[in-house]
């Protein structure tokens, strides 16, 4: 199985950018699916994660209000709209997929990752 994200770019400070990421490779049973991202000289820090099934959401405090994680089922993908984006929202974002059981908010309890999306906020 692999994970494939795009919809990165550059933007201004207040701009939208809606990431997805899309499941390739033999089908396999999903219980949730997530966005994390990382900072130049920081650790992997979660975003958002959504129940693949359940539709269950949860968020990190620090997009809570700007991002919307989401997922189209039938074409086994998630989506992460972002608006009211901040220069601290600057990372590459990566998304990851989970068979059972786990965390939503570790990165740990999460088997398959992409390859992440630059996302750059300018001020």
């Known amino acids: 199985v692999q994970l494939q994200a795009s919809g990165g770019g550059l933007v201004q400070a207040g701009g939208s950018l809606r990431l997805s990421c899309g499941g390739t490779?033999?089908?396999?049973?999903?219980?949730?699916m997530a966005w994390f991202r990382q900072a130049p000289g920081q650790e992997r820090e979660f975003v958002s994660a959504i129940g693949w099934n359940s539709g269950n959401v949860v968020d990190a405090e620090s997009v809570k209000g700007r991002f919307t994680i989401s997922r189209d089922k039938p074409r086994r993908t998630v989506f992460l709209q972002m608006n009211n984006l901040k220069p601290e929202d600057t990372a590459v974002y990566f998304c990851?997929?989970?068979?059972?059981?786990?965390?939503?908010?570790?990165?740990?309890?999460?088997?398959?990752w992409g390859q992440g999306t630059q996302v750059t906020v300018s001020s």
């Open positions: 490779g033999r089908t396999l049973v999903i219980d949730r």
């Open positions: 990851a997929a989970a068979r059972a059981g786990g965390s939503f908010r570790l990165s740990g309890d999460y088997e398959y």
